[in-house]
């Protein structure tokens, strides 16, 4: 693979009271849903409206924006839980995206780099996250980052969802 310059964003945590940082969120996710890797789809207008206040109000979220010359172009969402194995919080890594344009340039290196140095910070004991087994170019990324199948070489553990309203999907 030739190298490639790592561009430098700088990643901060967002403010989601500033609309800013919400029109930016929202035009990463909606990005993320419409590619290959998402639903293929666009975020219909009642999830764009509410996504941001349901991110605010949810008590554990931590959002991170990676941001190059004022643009938003790369997220990651966040939510904090608790191993009860361990006793300890752990952080999940819910969604994160990079705008196609800027992908395979260091930006979602950047945003898992300041989401592993929150979690540490925070006193977890570990970072989690689901990703599709066809996306590769995230799966690469996370496995140099040290991520690995959850349960070690011997047990896999596999992520079931359950939709609780008729006819949503359960991504």
């Not at 191993?83 to 919080?89: E, I, L, N, V, Y």
């Not at 989401?115 to 170019?137: I, P, S, Y």
Request: with cysteine; net charge negative.
């Amino acid at each position: 693979m030739p190298w490639i310059e790592r561009l430098q964003a700088i990643v901060r945590e967002a403010d989601l009271t500033n609309p800013d940082d919400a029109l930016g969120i929202v035009e990463v996710l909606d990005s993320y849903a419409s590619d290959a890797m998402g639903a293929q789809q666009p975020l219909a207008s009642d999830i764009r409206e509410r996504i941001v206040p349901g991110l605010r109000d949810h008590p554990t979220t931590l959002v991170l924006l990676a941001v190059l010359d004022g643009r938003i172009v790369g997220i990651s969402v966040c939510f904090y839980g608790f191993s009860t194995f361990r006793a300890r919080p752990l952080l999940n890594i819910h969604d994160l995206a990079v705008l196609p344009e800027y992908r395979g340039q260091g930006i979602g290196q950047s945003l898992l780099d300041e989401v592993e140095n929150r979690a540490r910070q925070g006193g977890c004991c570990k970072l989690t996250l689901e990703v599709r087994t066809d996306n590769e170019r995230a799966r690469r990324l996370y496995e140099r980052n040290g991520f690995e199948a959850s349960g070690g070489a011997e047990v896999h553990m596999l992520f079931l969802a359950k939709p609780l309203a008729p006819g949503e999907p359960s991504a």
